[in-house]
């Protein structure tokens, strides 16, 4: 696969007296795992927000598979093909972990999560479907047997697979994980690793913030660095961590 999925011209945003995002421009190819990383209040989060829909955006425009992207809402975002993970895990905690991914699914389907109320034969019929879809990204991401579990229940590695099981549901184009391993012990590292491999061995792109450099720099086909708003650098894992501007903003001497 190749092509350009997402590219972003020109974004700009201002938080009172906070340039949060100076004219960022970047592209995203399909089938590649694309890092972002940059120090605390970069900027990182800001522009998954206006990916995402979340925050409106100043100025600039956001092309996705071709087609320009209105950012207005995170309904048209989700439907376009983009899912997102957050940096505090919003799951909901009192529902199953089943019922969380459903309740991703739902954005695919006709009845919507309220549908459900008046329950036709073909509505039941495609929550069925919902269901075993679900099922399937459980086992997908390897906690299919806590499918019957209250989220918050779940250890934590688990919580943030089952936040991706549920981004899955959408059926999303791009995959945009922010800080996936905050918090992560070493194995459930290594775990998030090998899973965000297979997806990109599945087809899906993947746009990954994280701290972790090791982490970024193993997994990435391409890291963009931010440093006050505005890219420094953007190139295959080897050239950013060789960058002086990277190392003097981000990754210090010794991660040289
Ligand atoms: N909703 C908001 N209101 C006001 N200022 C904000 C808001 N969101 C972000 N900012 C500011 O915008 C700048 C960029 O923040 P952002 O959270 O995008 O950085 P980041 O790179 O994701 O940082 P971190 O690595 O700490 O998550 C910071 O100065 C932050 O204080």
């Known amino acids: 696969m190749t092509g350009i999925l997402l590219e972003a011209r020109n974004i700009g945003k201002r938080f009172g007296g906070v340039q949060a995002l100076k004219d960022v421009s970047l592209t995203i190819n399909t089938g590649e795992i ?18 995402t829909g979340l925050y409106p955006r100043d100025g600039g425009e956001v092309l996705f598979a071709g087609a320009p992207l209105d950012l207005e809402s995170p309904h048209v975002v989700a439907a376009a093909g983009i899912a997102r993970t957050f940096q505090n895990i919003r799951l909901f905690a009192n529902m199953t972990a089943l019922e969380n991914v459903m309740v991703g699914r739902h954005v695919r389907t006709r009845a919507g999560v309220f549908g459900a109320i008046l329950r036709t034969r073909a509505e039941r019929v495609e929550e069925a479907a919902i269901r075993r879809r679900a099922d399937e990204l459980l086992h997908y991401v390897g906690i299919a047997d806590r499918a019957d579990d209250l989220a918050r ?16 549901a959408t059926d999303p184009k791009l995959l945009a994980l922010d800080e996936p391993a905050a918090g992560m012990n070493a194995t459930e590292t290594g775990a998030l690793r090998d899973l965000i491999e297979g997806l990109r061995r599945d087809g899906l792109t993947v746009l990954l913030i994280e701290h972790d450099v090791k982490l970024v720099m193993g997994l990435c086909d391409r890291v963009a660095v931010l440093d006050y708003g505005e890219k420094i650098a953007e190139d295959v894992p080897e050239a950013v961590r060789a960058n002086p501007k990277v190392i003097e903003a981000y990754l210090g001497t010794s991660a040289a």
Request: charged share 20%; aromatic share 12%.
């Open 34 to 51: 694309y890092g972002l990383i940059g120090p605390n209040g970069a900027g990182k989060t800001t522009l998954f927000n206006v990916f």
């Open 153 to 168: 229940n779940l250890c934590y590695g688990d919580q943030r697979r089952l936040e991706i099981a549920r981004a899955l």
